[in-house]
């Protein structure tokens, strides 16, 4: 959340003449146009992470398509699966405190994930982003490249 998928990802697929697309997006797209804190707040995380896997199964078989994912499609294995079936996974990794920083510029209110902490907005992200890294760090290691902005941040 807040890696500058979105960001790097629209940059990128202008250098290369490729298409861009967000995947958060197009399940807003399916889900009758609710965002993503609606469709976490109505129907769950569960729900989300299956509309996920849908769109990301179906973006699989396309070429010359910069994807920008959610922060969590990495969690499920058969993600990878459609991931890196004729793609490249790029993980972004930025420290905590930037992370943070940036989303509490914006607010949390688009990311439902970052709902369940007490504080101001910086510390709301910067305990839960905590947590996700312990519970996702193996997963993102699972990528083909990994863009460090450690020490870039001091
Ligand atoms: N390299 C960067 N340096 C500083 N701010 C950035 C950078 N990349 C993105 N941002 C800012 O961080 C926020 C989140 O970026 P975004 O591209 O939406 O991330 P993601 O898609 O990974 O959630 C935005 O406000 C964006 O302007
Ligand atoms: O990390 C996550 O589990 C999530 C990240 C979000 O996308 P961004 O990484 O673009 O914020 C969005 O898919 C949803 O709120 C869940």
Known sequence: MGSGKTTVGKILSHVLGYSFCDSDTLIEQEVNGMSVAEIFKLHGESFFR???TEVLQRLSSKKQLVVSTGGGAVVRDVNW???????????????????????????????????????????????????????RGKNYAKANARVSLEGMYS
Request: aromatic fraction near 8%.
């Open 50 to 52: 299956k509309k996920e």
């Open 81 to 135: 699966d459609y991931m890196q079936k004729k793609g490249i996974v790029v993980w972004l990794d930025v420290p905590l405190e930037a992370l943070a920083q940036r989303i509490a510029a914006v607010g949390t209110h688009s990311r439902p994930l970052l709902h369940y902490e007490d504080g101001d907005p910086y510390t709301k992200a910067l305990k839960r982003l905590s947590y996700l890294l312990e519970q």
